[in-house]
């Protein structure tokens, strides 16, 4: 961490004299690849509105970690939203309800059971706020590191794996006629998400969180003409969208991860403007 | 279930694929009754039957995606035998338009273990292109999956099929979703794979305006093989006729 903020001092920027504001430059340039890339697969396989109710197991993770005196709620979260994600996709492969039916019933009962178990014994629900809204200036050195972890991580999942995630998420029929596993891919991705989106909950927020999960590649894809610049213009997208939110919300005072979100709808309005039109 | 060798007459030396006494239950309903068939190699054969007939659960036992009884073995041109590469086409409606994925993009993701987002070594994009050739279809690598028209993503996706190249094609149900003129495209391009290659293709389809001109056999299917041969012969037969509910013999 040192030598980052030496590098940072080296920087004529006012905004990056204060230490926390130096880590969480740091965190926002390890997140903008981490959702840029997430977000190209997120999109293709329709899962947005997926992420979302992930996010919402996530929250009654966390209700449930405070509940049970834990000093880490964040790792019941983790646990509860994987296991969230199991049960989705064994129940979406037994019934014939539409995805977002299914997801519909598992998001809604996440939040009310979260809910409950947070207001339980009339207490209050104001130390759940951050998990909400989010804060990133409050992103500690060793968060860091496991931001970092999770991104390494990710990077090589794609370089492994996402020739398959794309081929079962465009033409499953295709995938498994080539010898892919598709419902273990489909698991696989699932829990990345949900690992993902849950360790990010408490700096960038539930509420703005699945923006950053769908607005890159959504606004990539207006754009994009192969999976090349797809993935390139989703992940500095949401690298510069990251940037930008951290000096504005830094003048401005207004939460971090509601700036980012805003920068990156401003980035689909844009490349709305550009899309390709179709014939 | 073994049967020896006595349907044998006529391909011992020759490519085929036979089929033999092969059953299917779902549960205790059969779905596939006594199956017997032999394809040989640069043949068309079109499976068609009402829907519900039996049709995707005889590829998918083919492809040995599905329990069978029975027997399937493959030998090659002049004897010996040789695992049987199946090349197959599955039913496909047209991409999302969303996607932005190119042709190029998606046979990198077929057959290529570098991440498809990363560039393109040359070497693919050549081989991609040869590829392409054999659907007449160099010119779509670069476009959109999503921008293909239905006859294009058939011609692309057979094109994948042959890579590695098979020894059977099989495809499932190529021609819905194109219209009369990509079907013409498509059957002329399978006509002229069967010949380069010296492939056997089975295909399925409901749609039987092809089948006389492009076809050498047709294989009427209800649960079991109601009539096969010839595709006059099978379209101008009594058990297609009754298959299809449309009394007399008539076409």
């Known amino acids: 961490m040192s030598i980052w903020y030496a590098i940072c001092n080296l920087l004529p920027f006012q905004w990056l004299i204060m230490n926390f504001m130096k880590n969480a430059l740091l965190a926002v340039l390890i997140m903008g690849p981490l959702f840029g890339l997430l977000s190209t697969m997120v999109v293709t396989a329709r899962m947005s509105f997926f992420s979302d109710a992930l996010g919402h197991s996530g929250f009654t993770g966390i209700a449930i970690g405070v509940l049970c005196g834990s000093v880490a709620p964040m790792y019941w979260a983790v646990l509860l939203s994987v296991a969230f994600a199991l049960l989705f996709t064994y129940v979406k492969g037994r019934t014939s309800h539409a995805a977002e039916t299914v997801i519909s019933v598992f998001s809604s009962t996440a939040v009310a059971l979260g809910i409950f178990i947070a207001t339980l014994n009339g207490s209050s629900f104001t130390k759940f706020n951050k998990y909400l809204i989010g804060d990133i200036l409050s992103v500690t050195p060793s968060e860091i590191g496991l931001l970092a972890i999770v991104l390494l991580l990710v990077v090589i999942l794609w370089a492994l794996a996402s020739n398959r995630l794309v081929l079962t998420a465009v033409h499953p029929q295709l995938a498994s006629s080539r010898g892919i596993p598709v419902r273990g891919y489909e698991t696989l991705f699932t829990v990345s998400i949900a690992v993902v989106v849950t360790l990010a909950m408490s700096w960038v927020g539930l509420m703005v969180l699945n923006s950053l999960l769908v607005l890159p590649a959504a606004a990539a894809r207006n754009i994009a003409r192969n999976l090349r610049e797809y993935h390139l213009f989703s992940v500095l997208g949401a690298l510069l969208a990251g940037i930008l939110g951290l000096i504005t919300s830094y003048y401005l005072g207004s939460s971090t991860g509601a700036v980012i979100s805003l920068y990156l709808a401003l980035y689909f309005a844009v490349t709305f403007c550009f899309r390709k039109r179709r014939a | ?251």
């Not at chain 2, 083919?62 to 009884?69: C, D, F, N, W």
């Not at chain 2, 496909?92 to 273990?113: E, H, K, N, T």
């Not at chain 2, 059957?187 to 010949?195: F, G, P, V």
């Open chain 2, 1 to 251: 279930m073994n049967h020896g060798h006595h349907h044998g007459g006529g391909c011992q030396d020759a490519c085929c694929l036979k089929i033999e006494d092969l059953s299917v239950r779902f549960g205790s309903d059969p779905v596939l009754e006594h199956i017997d068939l032999h394809m040989h190699c640069g043949q068309i054969v079109a499976l068609i039957g009402p829907n519900g007939a039996g049709k995707s659960t005889l590829i998918k036992a083919i492809l040995g995606q599905r329990e069978y009884e029975g027997k399937i073995t493959f030998s090659p041109a002049g004897g010996g035998s040789e695992k049987l590469r199946i090349g197959y086409v599955p039913q496909s409606p047209a991409f999302d338009q969303g996607d932005p994925i190119s042709v190029l993009d998606l046979y990198a993701c077929c057959l290529s273990r570098r991440p498809a987002f990363l560039p393109v070594p040359k070497a693919f994009r050549e081989k991609v292109l040869k590829s392409l050739a054999n659907v007449h279809g160099e010119a779509l690598i670069d476009k959109r999956i999503g921008d293909l028209s239905g006859g294009e993503v058939q011609r692309v996706l057979l094109a994948l099929a042959l890579e590695p190249m098979p020894h059977m094609l099989i495809l499932d149900e190529p021609l819905s979703g194109v219209d009369v003129e990509g079907m013409e495209l498509l059957m002329d391009m399978l006509d002229e794979i069967r010949k380069k290659f010296d492939l056997s293709i089975l295909m399925t389809t409901h749609d039987f305006s092809m089948l006389e001109r492009y076809c050498d056999r047709v294989v009427l299917l209800e649960h079991k093989i109601l009539k096969k041969g010839a595709p006059l012969e099978v379209l101008s037969s009594d058990e297609f006729a009754r298959a299809f509910h449309m009394g007399g013999g008539a076409v």
